[in-house]
């Protein structure tokens, strides 16, 4: 718990709890590795109380009801102290529950109970939620020091069987869904362990794994970055080489080849719905958005509408990739996994196969999007006079030509801010050239202006350091206080 970084606002509204006179009921979602239990624990541990841990078992082959209440049984007989217990059923795993909710009702202060990845520990009950509804309503909800967290990596389980569930209408205190850390608070677990680590490091770390609390702290502080990177992506006994694999049959099941082939044909470029759909071949109907919408609640796709200068919303929108490891994973370590599993290990294994300014360039591009606070906040624009903001593309007509730009803001009194993305170890003055022609492009209205800045990380020439194109130019640095 020594190097538990961030999420300050979700232990504040924890913390909001410790005063209820009642129980209380909440729901964690999040991506796999995001640190949903992680938060529990440190809450529980800061807080001085008690938490009880029970967690469904990863689904496998012939796995039965039966083998996720014989875990559940284990551990509450642990818990409880007694021998061995058997259910046959979930309600009575849950009447069974309750004693331990009685031996905790005299304590001066509140206990924990994390049911944790749901979805698979009811995944062989079609009545699981209903049994949760009951046992709440009937039994832990009379407990006024109890909270009950109900936390799962498949949040789409929990939308369906419990948020958007009539019968929990009422009954839930609380709603969190864990993202990854920001660069600032990223950098900052970063350097518990790599204190001697450079801000290029840091963009290259972060560019492979987003801000996963998880995959930040598999960075050995005895190894320099590249090694590291090697080691963790490009070696079979790798955590990052097996990693994607391990989670992505995890959260998807029989499904996961499907989920798999819509996000390899999202990192070549977005796409439209429609356009992806007609990629992988899928008919365009309830189950196409049922898939879109999985993938967007477990965090591996974003859908980002354009709008036009009067500030509104189109109906136009682009899905892409937005998790960082898995564009990495999909794109530079799956197309070398089997020659880099068959050959023996070496220091070129793999990694020298990369055009590492491009890939980090692509990379760095989808870590400043997933950090648009930040970016807001560094680029000093003031949030009130906000009316649009995030990637924007225009598409092409007869009139007008298609144009995509990395990040604009557009603000009240026709003011737009466009932003260039860039990483390299020396970024040329030809990039202004490039995003002069993207502006001049754009269709707006008489009387807006434009201020152009440049999001880097690596070095800038002697030339774009002279030149007063860009308004301001933002170093990643920049981000590490923010």
């Known amino acids: 718990m020594n190097n538990f970084v961030g999420r300050t606002q979700e232990l504040s509204q924890l913390h909001d709890l410790m005063m209820k006179k009642t129980s209380s009921l909440i729901t964690i979602q999040g991506r796999r590795r995001i640190g949903k239990s992680t938060l529990v624990r440190h809450f529980s541990v800061k807080s001085n109380i008690p938490c009880f841990e029970f967690q469904g078992l990863p689904p496998r082959p012939g796995q039965s009801n039966g083998d996720q209440l014989n875990e559940f049984a284990g551990r509450l007989a642990k818990y409880l102290g007694t021998p061995n217990i058997k259910f046959t059923e979930w309600m009575e795993a849950f009447e069974y529950l309750n004693l331990l909710c009685l031996k905790n009702a005299e304590l001066k202060t509140k206990f924990v109970i994390l049911l944790d990845e749901i979805s698979w520990m009811g995944a062989r009950d079609s ?26 990596s498949v949040s789409s389980w929990i939308q369906k069987n419990i948020l958007q569930n009539t019968a929990f209408v009422g009954r839930v205190t609380r709603e969190f869904l864990l993202k990854e850390l920001s660069i600032a608070e990223s950098y900052e677990l970063l350097r518990i362990s790599l ?4 801000s290029r490091e840091a963009a290259q770390i972060l560019s492979i794994t987003g801000g996963v609390p998880k995959y930040l702290e598999e960075f050995s502080p005895y190894k320099i970055v590249d090694v590291a990177v090697r080691e963790l992506c490009f070696s079979s006994s790798g955590f990052l080489f097996r ?7 995890d959260l998807f099941g029989k499904r996961n080849q499907m989920y798999k082939k819509v996000l390899k044909e999202l990192i070549k470029k977005p796409l439209s719905s429609q356009e992806l759909a007609t990629k992988v071949g899928h008919p365009l109907n309830g189950d196409w ?24 919303a189109s109906r136009l929108s682009q899905l892409r990739v937005s998790d960082n490891y898995a564009k990495f994973y999909l794109k530079y370590i799956e197309p070398q996994k089997q ?18 300014p491009t890939a980090l360039g692509l ?4 870590l400043i999007l997933a950090n648009l606070a930040t970016l807001i906040a560094v680029a000093r624009i003031p949030l009130q006079d906000i009316v649009q903001v995030g990637p924007y593309f225009q598409t092409s007509t007869k009139h007008k030509e298609g144009v995509q730009i ?18 390299g ?12 022609r993207k502006s001049a492009l754009l269709k707006i209205p008489r009387g807006f202006s434009m201020r152009h800045y440049l999001v880097y990380s690596g070095e800038l020439s002697d030339a774009l350091q002279e030149s007063d194109f860009f308004d301001r130019k933002i170093s990643f640095e920049e981000f590490f206080s923010v």
């Open 425 to 436: 170890s020396i970024i040329g003055v030809e990039i202004e050239k490039e995003l002069a």
């Open 363 to 366: 990379q760095f591009e989808n």
């Open 127 to 152: 009545d699981f939620a209903g049994h949760i509804k009951d046992a709440w309503d009937r039994l832990f909800s009379q407990h006024s020091n109890l909270i009950l967290v109900i936390c799962g």
């Open 339 to 356: 020659k880099i599993i068959k050959l023996p290990p070496s220091p070129e294994s793999g990694i020298t196969q990369i055009n590492w």
């Open 243 to 249: 990693e994607f694999e391990a989670i992505f049959a």
């Open 195 to 198: 204190k001697k680590m450079t």
């Open 406 to 423: 990395d990040c604009l803001i557009q603000c009240k009194k026709g003011h737009l801010h466009i932003f260039e993305v860039k990483s």
């Open 289 to 312: 958005s049922d898939l879109v919408y999985d993938l967007e609640l477990a965090g591996f796709i974003r859908r980002d509408f354009t709008w036009n200068f009067k500030g509104e």
